[in-house]
């Protein structure tokens, strides 16, 4: 089982750039596909993003495709959420998620065994 630490939120104006990251430990942080999920207050947790153990898939909710970007490097047990252009409605805690198949950019919240404390983002209009 690994855990996972998120860091990386804070406030900041639309338009604006922040990257998140999600530090892991524990055993075989590479064999886990990773996502990137946010809850804002009042609503059920949302997909954001996914990528494959390896990283050579990635899955974007249609709400962020083309201002997000998840990507991660097995070597520093690191994932990260490169969010650029960013809009009021992208406030929420953001939340980092492994999925103990190696292979999958599932969307379902049930498939990720473990999670982070995660990171308050705030964008202000």
């Known amino acids: 089982q690994v855990q996972l630490v998120e860091s990386g939120g804070g406030l900041v104006q639309a338009g604006d750039s922040l990257r998140l990251s999600c530090a892991a430990s524990?055993?075989?942080?590479?064999?886990?596909?990773m996502a990137w999920f946010r809850q804002a207050p009042g609503l059920e947790r949302e997909f954001v993003a996914a990528?494959?153990?390896?990283?050579?898939?990635?899955s974007y909710a249609d709400s962020v495709k083309g201002r997000f970007t998840i990507s991660r490097v097995n070597a520093k047990n690191t994932v990260y959420l490169q969010m650029n252009n960013l809009k009021a409605e992208d406030t929420a805690v953001y939340y980092c998620?492994?999925?103990?198949?190696?292979?999958?950019?599932?969307?379902?919240?049930?498939?990720?065994?473990?999670w982070g404390q995660g990171t308050q983002v705030t964008v202000s209009s």
């Open positions: 998620a492994a999925n103990p198949t190696w292979d999958s950019t599932t969307r379902d919240p049930i498939d990720y065994k473990a």
């Open positions: 524990g055993r075989a942080f590479s064999s886990y596909s």
């Open positions: 990528i494959t153990s390896i990283g050579g898939r990635t």
